[in-house]
Structures are given as C-alpha cells and as structure tokens.
C-alpha cells in the first residue's frame, strides 16, 4: 500500500481521465449511496442522479476550486462545497475512487 497517496494531488485531468474510464457507468455517493451515472462531454463532467434522471454538468473552472479546497482541507464532507458546486457529492466520489487506486498502486 502507497502511504503517501494522501500526500498527492488529485488534478483536473485525473477527474477527467477517471470520467471518461467510467463513462455511462453507474457509481454510488459516498455518504448516502444514491446512485448516479457519470460521462464526460467535451471538457465537462457530467452526472445524471438516478433521482432525478437530469444531467447535472460540472465544468473544470468550478472542479478547479473543488480541488483547490480540498487540497487545503482535505474534507471528502459534501457539506464544505456546497459554495462552490451543486455537485460536489459527485465530484467527491471521483476523488475517493482516484484516492483508493493510489492506496493500492
């Protein structure tokens, strides 16, 4: 196991490399399990909650400063987002799945 994978930035491109690998998958969110499908338009992320069946676009300007945060705080809580995107649950599933890949490389 990687000790040092908590040291490491999770970048842009890692979110976007992990989107297009799990295009039309289905993921769980963290906290809640809700079910959701990921893909990727373009420079876009896009996730489309079972919920609702509406996609929810994420664009990089705002998955910068979710990244920005996190690498400051290291929250994988929702909650510490909400200012910044409506889909920070999404995005934080991407980051744990990165997160968990280097644990194990």
Known sequence: MDT???????????????????DGCTLKTNARGARFKVGVHGEKILFTPFSTGKQRPEYPSS????????HVTGSMAPSDYTNLTGNSVY???LISIIREDWAYA
Do not use: P, Q
């Not at 491109?13 to 799990?22: I, R």
């Not at 998955?63 to 996190?70: D, P």
């Open 63 to 70: 998955i910068e400063k979710v990244l920005s945060k996190y």
């Open 91 to 93: 995005l934080l599933k």
């Open 4 to 22: 040092n994978s908590s040291k490491r930035t999770v970048e842009y491109s890692h979110l976007l490399s992990v989107a297009n690998l799990l």
